[in-house]
């Protein structure tokens, strides 16, 4: 899964700015739902981080071949949250958006992402996962992003 040449960028996924609660967020219940999703993954709670203190969550997922993929949950205020994907490819980062949008949010089109390269660039626009198709399908999206960020 891992491709070494791949541009890396930290993913942030979120539900919709609008309805920012619309995930319930739950940090042991989205740490156990990813640890039974990911045989080999972890899940580690962190305490408060950020500028505006947080109930964070470390987690790690297998993606074969000995990649993994390292991220962030934080959760600044009840039920309100994002998932960071950390220094990801595209490809990595729609592992973990594929299982947020089929597994945890309550809906497939809940999922909406921006990345630090955006943000750096002052883009405040977030893109939405497409609410159906495969991990490819996303990962043409995460890429597309990028893309238009180095243009």
Same mark, same amino acid.
């Given at each position: =899964?891992? /491709?070494?040449?791949?541009?890396?960028?930290t993913? %942030?996924f979120?539900a919709?700015? +609008?309805n920012a609660?619309?995930?319930?967020?739950d940090?042991?219940?989205?740490?156990n739902? @990813?640890?039974?999703?990911?045989?080999?993954a972890?899940?580690?709670?962190?305490g408060? @981080?950020?500028?505006q203190p947080? /109930?964070?969550l470390?987690i790690? $997922?297998?993606?074969?071949?000995? &990649?993994? @993929?390292?991220?962030?949950?934080? =959760? *600044?205020? *009840?039920k309100v949250? %994002?998932?960071?994907?950390? !220094?990801?490819?595209?490809?990595? &980062?729609a592992v @973990?958006?594929?299982? $947020?949008?089929?597994?945890?949010?309550?809906s497939? /089109?809940?999922?909406?992402? !921006?990345?630090d390269?955006?943000l750096?660039?002052?883009a405040?626009?977030y893109?939405?996962? *497409?609410?159906s198709?495969? !991990?490819q399908?996303?990962?043409?999206?995460?890429?597309?992003? $990028? +893309?238009? =960020? /180095?243009e």
């Open positions: =899964m891992s /491709d070494e040449a791949a541009r890396r960028v993913f %942030s979120a919709p700015v +609008d609660a619309a995930w319930n967020l940090l042991d219940v989205f740490a739902g @990813l640890l039974q999703a990911f045989p080999g972890s899940a580690t709670r962190e408060e @981080l950020g500028p947080s /109930d964070a470390r790690e $997922i297998p993606l074969g071949g000995g &990649a993994w @993929l390292e991220g962030l949950v934080t =959760m *600044p205020y *009840p949250g %994002s998932v960071l994907a950390l !220094t990801a490819s595209a490809a990595e &980062a @973990l958006a594929r299982w $947020i949008r089929d597994f945890y949010a309550p497939p /089109d809940l999922v909406y992402f !921006t990345s390269l955006a750096n660039q002052g405040t626009d893109g939405q996962i *497409p609410s198709g495969d !991990t399908a996303i990962a043409r999206v995460l890429q597309e992003h $990028i +893309d238009d =960020m /180095d």
